[in-house]
């Protein structure tokens, strides 16, 4: 991804699970524009550029939460991977829940992936930490213009 950030926009309702990711991806060996929504119905007007984000930058890769207000993570992904300007988008889903039913529809629905929060800080950060290295160092990412 040369010297060009990766923008990662997170969907994440918990103030904690932010900053404990933000601290997490801060020693990240490459240059990432972390962008926060709080709730499903923020991230899809973010994602779909509609105001207050109208001139937000197309993430190249999302973080996404399932129990979130408004609009949960599965109707998140669902809306993303219906709309043929999204659907590309590579989806994260980091949650507490670690739910069979859970990790079966949101890999039906698109998920590239599915990370049970663990519990504690040092194990989380760990986590993040792997998706840093794997889908920030090893994997190649689409990037939009």
């Given at each position: 991804?040369?010297?060009?950030?990766?923008?990662?926009?997170m969907v994440?309702?918990?103030?904690?699970?932010?900053?404990?990711?933000?601290?997490?991806?801060?020693?990240?060996?490459?240059?990432?524009?972390?962008?926060?929504?709080?709730?499903?119905?923020?991230?899809?007007?973010?994602?779909?550029q509609?105001?207050?984000?109208?001139?937000?930058?197309?993430?190249?890769?999302?973080?996404?939460?399932?129990?979130?207000?408004?609009?949960n993570?599965?109707?998140?992904?669902?809306?993303?991977?219906?709309?043929t300007?999204?659907?590309?988008?590579?989806?994260?889903?980091?949650?507490?829940?670690?739910?069979?039913?859970?990790?079966?529809?949101?890999?039906?629905?698109?998920?590239n992936?599915?990370?049970?929060?663990?519990?504690?800080?040092?194990?989380?950060?760990?986590?993040v930490?792997?998706?840093?290295?794997?889908?920030?160092?090893?994997?190649?990412?689409?990037?939009?213009?």
């Open positions: 991804m040369s010297s060009k950030s990766i923008h990662v926009l994440e309702d918990d103030a904690e699970d932010v900053m404990l990711t933000k601290e997490a991806l801060s020693s990240s060996k490459v240059s990432l524009d972390l962008q926060v929504v709080e709730d499903g119905a923020q991230a899809m007007a973010y994602l779909r509609e105001p207050p984000y109208d001139n937000a930058p197309r993430p190249d890769m999302i973080l996404l939460d399932l129990n979130l207000p408004k609009k993570g599965r109707e998140v992904l669902n809306e993303m991977r219906e709309d300007n999204l659907r590309g988008i590579p989806v994260i889903i980091l949650t507490t829940s670690d739910q069979q039913e859970d990790v079966l529809k949101t890999y039906e629905l698109g998920a992936c599915y990370i049970t929060k663990p519990v504690g800080l040092e194990q989380f950060s760990k986590v930490s792997s998706i840093d290295h794997f889908w920030f160092s090893i994997v190649k990412l689409p990037h939009y213009e």
